[in-house]
């Protein structure tokens, strides 16, 4: 990932790509050489020359490197999820209150054009239905699926429900290692709203949809296709009920003659095709200018660790 973001940076003209540091002296050459910046051979050598960075090391180890770029007083982004567990996560809260800095926590299907699509149509889901799954890229081993894939979702889910988590029950499976690859959660939150969380690394293709229903709208988005659409329920039910009315009426005797497609008038969310990264980078590098909030906040990669921590610990409590 950390690859990743520097390519995006040395692309917008709004930023300098200063240099890269990684624990690899071989990665981090070759990335300065792509990208044409310095290799720093100490993070302490790069944090003077720059006033904001992405953080893309291992989940373990967030939380000491936000310690040290915060204390110098950099904005940072930090990819998910924010940390390994509960603790960590609340300690860099903390590094960040005393710094002042600007943090900005990289849950980057915040920034999926399907994702920003459905957010204008201000929708107040009863239910959310989620499903990610995909083979193992043993790219994040280093933790469970809930905090690899999973984390994206909750973080979705929680934005959407705009509510606390009043329960959690979850089911998982360990078939690799000692952490889960396999996951099931439903989430109850104090407004009323659940939201079904399905997470694998095992499957045998790649699926990544969003269904949310509410009172007056469904909509469906395809993470991968980049596509959605949604049916609102004004004009949809007053033809359903027109036809029911004329079934019962015996105009209608034969039920072949109905397409219910044809009953529900679905349109297509547009959708714009900025690369989620870019977008994501963008408005970091937005709020460390103007010392505005980040679109992801500190407190939302905080409340992600936290329920995806209830998640692990509800899978715990379950025997298989």
Known sequence: MG????RVYSEMPSVKLVGVYDASEEAAAAAADQFNCKAFARLDDLLPQVKALTIAVPTAFHADVADQVLSAGVACLIEKPLAKDVADARRIAASAARSGATVQVGHIERFNPAIRAMEKLEIEPRFIEVTRISPMTFRSIDVGVVLDMMIHDIDIVLRLARSKVARVDAVGVSVIGNVEDICNARLTFENGCVANITASRLALKT?????VFSPDAYVSLDY????????????NVDAIRDAV??????????????????????????IDDIEPLRAELESFIHAVKTHGQPIVPL???????????RIVESISHVSL
């Open 299 to 309: 407190e939302d990669g905080v409340a992600a660790v936290e329920t995806a921590t």
């Open 245 to 270: 009315a004329r079934i019962r009426a015996g105009e209608i005797e034969d039920l072949s003659q109905l397409n219910f497609a044809d009953l529900v008038h679905v349109e297509e969310l547009k």
């Open 3 to 6: 690859r990743l973001h520097a």
């Open 224 to 235: 991968q296709k980049r596509y959605g659409m949604f049916a609102r329920r004004g004009g």
């Open 207 to 211: 699926e990544r949809r969003l269904r």
